[in-house]
């Protein structure tokens, strides 16, 4: 049996603990690694690295100039999503290892709080991104660059025969993250005070401290000062990198307006913000997540894979105070409270000037990366001052588990909001293998809860059909209800988003309709009139949709397989889709064939509406009766499907052969009116 002395020993090997958090950061995020994709903007990122990276810059150049991190993945990777998420899992694991040992530099007094520190950083439960893996690469990039130039500064001084070697790379490493994004920008502003921490405990009698600190915090004030030049003065003339400065300009204004209202307003913000990120992100983990239950599995396995390893670091660190070599007047948890008061606020100060607030939840949690490291940093020097060491370890460890149970629920929803993305991709690739270019989609659905913009749909829709263009023309483009233009035929439209721009007529797209549940996604025409599952005004969309602009190419490139994955096992919606497309080609004895087929392998609609393809290919073969028997099929799925059924069936009877008969039958069957 192994003795837990011994067992404790290896944790003061020098890989055990970034070994550890490695393993706890797989844990939380990567425990259904294989079934996570892409979500929100990510896909304007796979578009351009894959399709047209040329394009990319003059994309990006609106606020966010240099995208190298995305190249970068890029090459490394490819567009394969778990490669996406492994990276940039690494790179925050990363960005995790420089902050804690920068934080051990600056209080060596307090390493192993500073360790329990670093786990919480990585699954904080204020940022709730990660699963955006493409998307937030960039700002987690930013975080490790940033973490890495305090790190590196802060051994300089620790060090003083390599100060040659690590300031210069502290200095470069704060250029690239203040040019890589602006998110840690406003965290600049406390180097001075750490160099007076760091220098301070090296040399306390140092009667030159004050002037030692200002020629060595020099370089980077240089920099950052460089860095605003160039991002308010400069980029917005060659790049016209103006929506950041209209949003402060705005927020500016309100000032003159209003001073003593808007600063009333603006401390509010930051109070809310404040409590928000170091007390209210653990009471609302878990609990307060929509949907969660623990009559749900999924709950009681992040909660056990929380307690489990919580249970296991805390075997392996404790929290205890080092002995000091030398005392220091900064070593107090009252100046470690002080400094993550800094950071908060300065991290805080860039998205309160543009108007922004991060306790508003949602979208806005991403602007917790900057100041999360400052509220962790003010937790902690709670516990210090007001807890006892046993304490401390059982709030701490409370915390863990919460934050890690909290992260492996959002991953969990990542999970299933990616199923629900390639269901949505392959049926519409099933439907139409291809578009006829400057075909719009019109929908007043999103493909899933995590795409409910119109940019990031249509991204993805170029990327399902192979978008090709050299000239940043856009050959497909998807619209969400009514943003550009009332939706009436035969209305020519321009929309341009970043130099992108899709040319297109509201009479040269599709209506597509995809609901939660059951039901298969449908392109809407005439037969699917009066659905009884359209929202309101939904029925707009049937005299737009333009059947013709469908290519049915049986010779069409599937999707991407490394973007997609293999295409799914064909069910239902498949044969539902192949028969929908031969509806459309009146090739009638393929709809009948695919019924036969999807019937021997045991297979029925979850929605009625989805047996007309068949109705009526039955129909047009002369089989009345067996239309007539998927007919009353159709109505004992679902009830309310009266209207559509007898709309149909008036559209039927008109045909040259159509036995009234049956027609009559079908009339007394669903009770329709009389013509």
């Not at 060595?216 to 240089?222: H, R």
């Not at 489990?308 to 000091?324: D, G, S």
């Not at 000037?353 to 991060?358: H, N, S, V």
């Not at 035929?489 to 040269?508: E, I, Q």
Request: glycine residues 6%; hydrophobic residues 50%; aromatic residues 18%.
């Amino acid at each position: 049996m192994i003795n837990a002395d011994k067992l404790k020993k290896i944790s003061e090997k020098p890989w055990f603990y970034p070994a550890a958090l490695l393993l706890i950061g797989f844990a939380a995020y990567g425990y259904v690694l294989t079934s996570l994709g892409y979500y929100w903007a990510d896909w304007e990122i796979v578009m351009f690295t894959k399709l047209n990276p040329a394009l990319q810059f003059r994309f990006y150049a609106h606020d966010r100039p240099f995208p190298w991190t995305y190249h970068l993945i890029y090459f490394l990777v490819g567009s394969k999503p778990i490669g996406w998420h492994i990276i940039t899992l690494l790179i925050r694991w990363a960005g995790t290892l420089f902050f804690v040992h920068a934080l051990i530099l600056l209080w060596p007094r307090y390493k192993s709080h500073m360790l329990w520190l670093g786990v919480l950083l990585l699954v904080y439960p204020g940022f709730l991104q990660q699963s955006q893996s493409a998307t937030k690469a960039r700002h987690i990039m930013t975080f490790l660059l940033f973490a890495l130039s305090v790190y590196l500064m802060a051994l300089a001084i620790k060090r003083p025969k390599w100060a040659r070697l690590l300031f210069p790379l502290s200095w470069l490493a704060t250029f690239a993250h203040l040019f890589t994004t602006e998110y840690f920008a406003g965290l600049e502003l406390m180097r001075p005070v750490l160099l007076w921490i760091l220098m301070e405990g090296e040399n306390k009698k140092n009667s030159h401290l004050l002037r030692q600190v200002a020629v060595t915090a020099l370089p980077y004030v240089l920099i950052t000062i460089f860095y605003f030049w160039c991002r308010f003065f400069y980029f917005p003339v060659i790049f016209h990198t103006t929506s950041r400065i209209s949003d402060m300009n705005s927020v500016l204004s309100g000032f003159q307006e209003s001073f003593p209202g808007s600063v009333l307003y603006f401390l509010s913000g930051a109070l809310f913000d404040l409590v928000y990120l170091t007390l209210q992100v653990w009471v609302d983990a878990i609990i307060n997540f929509e949907g969660f239950s623990f009559q749900k599995r999924v709950a009681w396995f992040v909660f056990a894979l929380g307690i489990v390893l919580t249970a296991a670091f805390a075997f392996f660190y404790n929290v205890k105070e080092e002995e000091a070599k030398e005392a220091s007047d900064h070593s107090s948890p009252a100046w470690m409270f002080m400094v993550g008061f800094g950071l908060f606020i300065l991290g805080a100060l860039p998205i309160w000037i543009i108007g922004k607030q991060i306790s508003a939840g949602g979208w806005n949690d991403r602007f917790a990366l900057a100041p999360m490291l400052g509220a962790i940093l003010m937790v902690m020097a709670l516990l210090l001052w007001f807890v006892r060491p046993a304490g401390q370890k059982f709030i701490l460890g409370f915390l863990l588990v919460f934050s890690i149970a909290a992260q492996a629920w959002v991953v969990n929803n990542y999970r299933q909001d990616w199923r629900t993305q390639l269901d949505y991709y392959w049926q519409l690739y099933w439907r139409a293998p291809a578009l006829q270019p400057g075909t719009a989609l019109f929908t007043f659905e999103q493909p899933s809860p995590s795409i409910t913009h119109y940019s990031d749909a249509g991204f993805a829709l170029n990327i399902l059909y192979h978008y090709q263009t050299e000239d940043g023309f856009l050959p497909y483009w998807l619209f969400l209800r009514r943003f550009h233009f009332e939706y009436q035929p035969d209305d020519s439209f321009v929309y341009d988003l970043r130099g992108l721009v899709f040319k297109g007529n509201t009479s040269k797209g599709i209506a597509v309709m995809h609901q939660s549940g059951s039901a298969c996604l449908r392109v809407l025409d005439p037969v699917y009139a009066h659905d009884p599952r359209f929202t309101e005004g939904q029925e707009i969309l049937i005299p737009l949709s333009n059947l013709s602009r469908i290519i049915p190419d049986p010779a069409a490139p599937p999707p991407d397989p490394d973007i997609f994955g293999p295409e799914p096992a064909h069910n239902w919606c498949y044969f539902f889709q192949k028969a929908d497309l031969a509806r459309q080609e009146k090739d009638w004895n393929t709809v009948i064939a695919l019924l036969e087929q999807v019937q021997q392998e045991g297979f029925a609609p979850g929605y009625g509406a989805e047996y007309i393809p068949f109705i009526e290919a039955y129909a047009q073969t002369g089989d009345w009766q067996k239309a007539y028997d998927l007919t009353l099929a159709a109505r004992d799925v679902n009830s309310g499907l009266k209207k559509m059924l007898c709309t149909n069936w008036s559209r039927l009877s008109e045909i040259p052969s159509a036995d009234l008969e049956v027609v009559g039958q079908v009339r007394q069957s669903l009770d329709c009116p009389d013509n």
